[in-house]
């Protein structure tokens, strides 16, 4: 727009006494108001203040415009206000499936209670984009390449071991031979990678089951259909109730959950939420006593 910088100055000495007084809320010279209000008398051809005495008053013209301007500035700074609302007050975050349902959601109140802010969450595994996709923060397993240079925020190393409920540990009388595995189609591995740290022979000659998602998985675990490979944050919270049990104990997988964020400074929502974060996970790791394997010590 023209001579936007003359409307801002024009609705500043509209609202104020003299060019003095307006000069000093715009941290400007009077020439300087002077000078700005002339250009936007010459751009619409109409005086818009005259002298009475040492102050200045608004024409006809003038007050009319200043009626406009009002609007406008008050439309704008409202505008502006909404905007520091917005991005203040509500994160986008971006986090794995499974660990948003098990562990982040059901924690999220806390955040709240504490900040006041809300958390929008989207869920997605493996690579992310921030930014331009509305994403601020992303809580991921650092299991993939990442395709972009984003920070990386260590939150904390995960553990993981075999998950049963009670009741099927009875029901197959800790009969190791009996156990069904259960396994997901977004960690294929695991039963693999886990069997092979910790040195067991457990996933030979079993019955298995697959579930699309690692969720399932450990659901059909809960409802004692099989064992699961129990990541320990998204065990935990079961395990606390007793509708899961690690007669195995848990071991360090060599992967850890992190936090992706932009290179770039973190604003203060970020900041307060990454911390959080880190705090909330660092607490969610097993016990010393849930390290160590108790079924042969039964």
């Known amino acids: 727009m023209r001579h936007l910088k003359a409307f801002h100055v024009f609705h500043t000495a509209a609202t104020s006494s003299s060019y003095s007084e307006a000069a000093a809320k715009l941290n400007?010279?009077?020439?300087?108001?002077?000078?700005?209000?002339?250009?936007?008398?010459?751009?619409?051809?109409?005086?818009?203040?005259?002298?009475?005495?040492?102050?200045?008053?608004?024409?006809?013209?003038?007050?009319?415009?200043?009626?406009?301007?009002?609007q406008a500035f008050q439309t704008l700074e409202a505008g502006v206000s909404k905007l520091f609302q917005v991005k203040n007050q509500c994160l986008e975050v971006s986090c794995e499936p499974t660990l948003t349902m098990r562990w982040l959601m059901p924690r999220l109140s806390d955040f709240h209670h504490n900040s006041g802010a809300d958390v929008r969450l989207s869920t997605a595994g493996g690579p992310v984009t921030l930014g331009s996709s509305g994403l601020s923060l992303a809580i991921r397993r650092n299991d993939f390449e990442l395709l972009h240079d984003y920070k990386k925020t260590k939150l904390v190393d995960e553990w993981v071991g075999p998950v049963f409920s009670p009741e099927y540990w009875h029901q197959i009388n800790k009969d190791l031979s009996k156990v069904k595995l259960l396994h997901s189609q977004t960690r294929p591995q695991a039963w693999e990678d886990w069997s092979s740290s910790y040195g067991d022979t457990i996933i030979s000659d079993k019955t298995h089951q697959t579930f699309a998602h690692f969720y399932f998985c450990f659901q059909a675990a809960v409802d004692g259909l099989g064992a699961a490979i129990g990541s320990y944050p998204l065990v935990a919270d079961d395990l606390k109730r007793g509708n899961l049990i690690a007669p195995f104990g848990f071991i360090l997988s060599g992967h850890s959950y992190i936090l992706l964020s932009q290179e770039r400074a973190p604003d203060d929502l970020e900041q307060q939420f990454t911390v959080w974060l880190q705090q909330s996970l660092s607490q969610c790791v097993p016990t010393p006593t849930e390290k160590i394997a108790f079924y042969n010590q039964e």
């Open 28 to 70: 400007i010279t009077h020439g300087a108001v002077s000078k700005q209000i002339k250009v936007l008398e010459n751009y619409l051809s109409h005086p818009l203040f005259y002298k009475q005495g040492r102050n200045v008053r608004l024409t006809q013209e003038g007050e009319l415009l200043k009626s406009y301007t009002e």
